[in-house]
C-alpha cells in the first residue's frame, strides 16, 4: 500500500526528481527556470501525477523553492500554498500545504479509487486547452484569429480579434508570459465567449499564450532562450533572444500606422497578492493614473476582484505596462491574479473561478470605455 511511482509523462508536465524516504514520504525536487546572464531562478510550476493503491495516504516534501530575483532570496511559498489536484486530470479540487522550516511544501493527499492523482500548482491550462479554444471559435463572423510570429522553438503565436473592427474602442489583453500562470487563459476564455454572445462598445484583441515553449516543457517563468517575456519592454526586443515579444511589437507597430492602436491593454499574471501593478514613471501622466483607478473601480464594481492596485510609490521599468505607455502611449498595466485565496469568493480560486471573472468583465470594460466618451 502506498505511492508507487511519479509520472510527468504527459502534457505540461513540471521537470522534476523524486524518490521515496523510509518513512515512505515522496520528496519532490522541482527543476528552476534559469534567467539568461543572470544569477536569477524560478520554481512556481509543479505539476504531476501520482500512481498507487487506492486509498492510500501520501504525503509529499516538495523543494527547490529558493528562488533568486534581481539578486535576492524569495520564496514563493512563505505562507504555504493552495495546490489543484484531480483524479481524472478534467474536475479539479483544492488542497493547501504548508511551508517547513526548511522551507519545502508539506502536501497531503489521497489516492481515489483509481489509483491516480495529479497534483498542480493552479488548475492547468495545455496548450490543447487553448487548441480546443480556438477551433470552437474560429469561423465565427466576429473572430479572426491571425498568425503574427513564432516562439523561439518554432509554436506559432496567435492573436485573436474578437468584434468589430471599427468598434469605437480597442482592447489588447495578453496571457502566459510566464507559462505556470494559467488563471490569466481562464479569464481569457470567459471574457471571450462572453463577448461573443453579448456585442460590447469595444473590439477585443487578444494574445492567449504567449510562451508556448514555457507551457509545453512545464516551465516556471522564462522562455526557451531564458528570457522573461515582462520585462525589457523599453526597448525594442531582441527577434534571436524574445521573439514572442517581437510578434506583438510588430503587430502594434501595424495598428499604430493605421490609427489603430489599443485605448487599454493588461498582461494577466498569477501571484499571491492579485493587485494591478501601476507603475508610475517621471512625468506627467495625470491622465494614465486616472484611467488605472478608474479600471480599479469598473472591475471592483463589476467582478469579484477586490485586491486593489499598487502604491503611489510603485514602479516596475521595463515591464509590459510601462514599456507599452512608454513606447506606444497605450494605458497599459499588469494585472495580477491572486492564486492561494480569492477575498471577493472567500475561497481559493479554479479555473470556473476565474472563467467568472472573464464574464464580468465585459461589463466592467463596457463601463470603462463609456468614461471615455
Not at 39 to 47: D, E, I, K, Q, S
Not at 73 to 91: F, L, Q, T, W
Not at 101 to 113: A, G, I, M, R, Y
Request: hydrophobic share 40%; glycine share 8%; charged share 25%.
Amino acid at each position: 500500500m502506498g505511492l508507487d511511482y511519479i509520472f510527468t509523462g504527459f502534457e505540461n508536465a513540471s521537470p522534476i526528481q523524486w524518490e521515496l524516504d523510509e518513512s515512505g514520504v515522496a520528496h519532490v525536487a522541482l527543476i528552476y527556470d534559469r534567467e539568461r546572464l543572470s544569477p536569477n531562478r524560478a520554481v512556481l510550476h509543479w505539476h504531476f501525477q501520482l500512481q498507487g493503491s487506492a486509498g492510500s495516504e501520501v504525503e509529499l516534501l516538495i523543494k527547490n523553492f529558493d528562488n533568486i530575483w534581481n539578486g535576492k532570496m524569495g520564496s514563493p511559498i512563505r505562507n504555504g500554498a493552495a495546490c489543484a489536484v484531480s483524479e481524472d486530470g478534467e474536475n479539479w479540487s483544492v488542497v493547501n500545504g504548508k511551508k517547513t522550516d526548511e522551507n519545502f511544501l508539506d502536501l497531503k493527499v489521497t489516492l481515489p479509487s483509481s489509483g491516480t492523482l495529479y497534483v498542480a500548482r493552479i488548475e492547468p491550462y495545455r496548450i490543447s486547452d487553448h487548441v480546443r479554444l480556438l477551433a470552437e471559435i474560429q469561423g465565427h463572423r466576429d473572430v479572426m484569429i491571425e498568425e503574427v510570429g513564432h516562439t523561439v522553438e518554432g509554436r506559432g503565436i496567435e492573436v485573436v480579434r474578437i468584434g468589430r473592427e471599427d468598434a469605437p474602442y480597442r482592447l489588447l489583453l495578453r496571457a502566459r508570459a510566464h507559462p505556470w500562470e494559467t488563471g490569466g487563459n481562464w479569464v481569457l476564455e470567459g471574457l471571450i465567449r462572453e463577448v461573443l454572445e453579448n456585442t460590447p462598445n469595444f473590439c477585443l484583441y487578444v494574445m492567449p499564450m504567449c510562451n508556448k515553449d514555457g507551457v509545453a516543457h512545464g516551465g516556471s517563468r522564462f522562455n526557451s532562450m531564458g528570457k522573461d517575456l515582462n520585462r525589457d519592454w523599453d526597448e525594442p526586443a531582441d527577434p534571436v533572444l524574445a521573439p514572442e515579444n517581437v510578434a506583438l511589437e510588430q503587430w502594434l507597430d501595424r495598428m499604430k500606422e493605421k490609427d489603430m492602436l489599443p485605448h487599454l491593454a493588461i498582461d494577466f499574471h498569477n501571484d499571491s497578492s492579485g493587485k494591478i501593478h501601476v507603475s508610475r514613471p517621471d512625468g506627467n501622466y495625470e491622465t494614465y493614473l486616472n484611467r488605472m483607478a478608474r479600471l480599479e473601480h469598473v472591475l471592483t464594481e463589476h467582478t469579484w476582484f477586490t485586491e486593489g492596485s499598487t502604491g503611489s510609490n510603485f514602479k516596475n521599468a521595463g515591464t509590459f505596462g510601462e514599456g507599452l505607455l512608454m513606447r506606444y502611449d497605450i494605458a497599459a498595466c499588469i494585472m495580477e491574479l491572486n492564486c492561494n485565496w480569492s477575498a471577493g469568493l472567500s475561497k481559493a480560486p479554479l479555473g470556473a473561478d476565474w472563467m467568472l471573472m472573464g464574464q464580468q468583465m465585459r461589463q466592467a470594460f463596457i463601463a470603462y470605455f463609456d468614461d471615455l466618451d
